[in-house]
């Protein structure tokens, strides 16, 4: 059954034809992954589909009612509400059932008790539980967690949030709105390995459909299960994942270039004999030929197969190091008179190993990077480079890229070479023409990253210090930087969340956990087993913890019950009180009147004295049960 279909989608931003006659069906279950190269129009492609953006041709259809949710890259600016208030806005058609219930139940304490109401009172409460009115809170706290937040945050304005921050609360949201058809443009940006995690097992646990554009390989392969190439405008759909991708496609450019190579030598070959017989005895049959691959041509003939511009890296280190890399002893890290991040045991690292570094955000990977660089000292201990070191350095957010520098000026600071040299290189990186004269404040992330692996591979350096260095890329890219590491003859230290690349590359990991960093003697499996015996040997600590916190909630909420139930028993015999104060007071109203009639001044008098105490002392019972918390509760 088909829940939404793209007829001939075509999208032209004035003479740019960005998408053009795309035909596509998104089935039940399905899980698709969306890629293509940076600026073929995936992006455009999910806004159309989400109803953000009009098409230029070409319709969407689907089922009646269908409720889509669509997570762009960057989300619109918030409001002042917090974040909980946030996490709150999905379920608001169950908050306003839990409003009416508790509205009904005021009723039902101040006034008779009907069956009519019992009636109406249960139906609701019942649909309001059957809807997950007592488990929303707990949802939203799981949600929240899961993507990093703490319990501290949830009172704070999104305002106060790093773009970063907002992404994921925007997220939270989306996936507490549960839509049936879930669009997500780069959901795994600024999220560090635990929410990665979680978020994986929140969609392959999702019960609806899904689209997601994304340059994680790792996520694509776990999450999906059919993927839609969107290249020169074009779409291509492939089953499985993101690896079967990879094998499918490699199979389809083959048998495509065979396809066309033989054609072309039809084509050749028949041009030939037009051309060696039209004049000659054969004419006719020259002719007949001529006639047959005009029509072949016309209707027919295949273009030849298009390929993306690629990258074209090589990285050789210059000289070779010596065996021992690097070297710490005793090591802290952390910035000055600031809390450390993490200690680390004595570390060695040797020539030709590729090491990982792994950790949550902010645990100091990239602040350890920097120690190594010297740009940083250590907060305790030692870091030692071997004999013949020569480091070379790609940040994760270019913070050493002069923004003013042309891209032929920022080649050339790393290496005085001859202009036609650095251009020739830098057109390996695809900047070609006048585009070595950008200045590099106006080039995106992408094209950044590209040119500092194009200022590495001038350096020629033999360790390799690269913090996120697929970040920015487009799948392509990522594949051939992944080959080029691979092939490095010197040594790498790298910090990732590209769990792909990790797993293809590492010999080591070293991750940070708990202000410690840890080794593993092997690459992503060995870390993860490690990890998971880690965490076990932690459970019992971590269940003694919890059993404290869960004694002690159970104990507030023990003495927050004893504290309701005098509240209510107050409360009930300051009712009582009251009603016994108001019988009084009509039975000194009738004594009055009565002793009136019958001329009985000194009685009308003392009984006057006291229907005055009885009504001052009830107008003080009357304001104390109006600022009773039974009353704010009811």
Known sequence: MSVLTGIDISKSYGALDVLERLNFRVEAS????????????????LRIIAGEEQSSGGRIRHKRALRIGYLPQDPPEPGDET????????????????????????????????????????????????????????????????LGFTEAQFQQSLRQFSGGQRTRAYLAQLLLSRPELLLLDEPTNHLDLAALEWLESALLNWAGEMIVASHDRYFLDKVTNRIWELAFGEIELYRGHYSHYRQ??????????????????????????IRRNLAGQRTKEAQGRRTRLERFRRDEAISRPREEQQIRLTLQAKQRSG???????????????????????????????????????????????RTILAELSPQQGTIRLGAGVRPGYMAQLHAHLDPEMTLLDALLAVQNVPVEQARSLLGRFLFRGDDVFQPVKTLSGG?????????????????????????????????????VLAAFDGTILFVSHDRFLVQALATRVWWIEREALHVSRGGYDAYLADR????????????????????????????????????????????????????????????????GQNQQLSEVQRLGDEYQRVETRLEQLMEEWATSPAVDNA
């Open 30 to 45: 399905d899980r698709i992954g969306l890629v293509g190269p940076n600026g073929e129009g995936k992006t455009t492609l």
């Open 83 to 146: 974040l909980w208030q946030a996490m709150l806005r999905p379920f608001a058609q169950l908050r306003q059932q839990e409003a009416t219930l508790h509205a009904l139940m005021g009723e039902l304490s101040r006034d008779d008790v009907s069956e009519e109401r019992l009636a109406r009172y249960g139906d609701l409460e019942e649909k309001f539980r059957l809807a997950g009115g007592y488990e929303y809170e707990i949802e939203i706290r799981r949600v929240l967690h899961g």
């Open 248 to 273: 499918q496609r490699q199979a389809r450019l083959a048998e495509r270039r065979r396809r066309w190579e033989a054609q072309q030598q039809y084509i050749a070959q028949t041009e030939d004999f």
């Open 323 to 369: 065996d021992m890399v690097l070297g710490t002893h005793d090591l802290v890290i952390g910035y000055p008179d600031a809390a450390p991040l993490f200690h680390a045991p004595d570390l060695q690292l040797l020539r030709g190993e590729r090491i990982a570094i792994i950790g949550a955000n902010g645990s100091g990977k990239t602040t350890f990077l």
């Open 447 to 483: 094209q950044r990253s590209r040119l500092i692996l194009a200022q590495l591979a001038l350096k020629k350096a033999n360790l390799l210090l690269l913090d996120e260095p697929t970040n920015h890329l487009d799948l392509p890219s990522q594949e051939i930087l992944q080959d």
């Open 532 to 595: 998971e015996r880690l965490l076990v040997a932690a459970k019992p600590q971590r269940q003694a913890r919890q059993g404290a916190q869960q004694h002690e909630t159970r104990k507030l909420l023990r003495r927050q019950r004893k504290e309701q139930e005098k509240q209510a028993a107050r409360f009930a015999a300051l009712e009582e009180h009251i009603q016994r104060l108001e019988t009084r007071l009509e039975e000194l109203g009738g004594a009055i009147s009565l002793a």
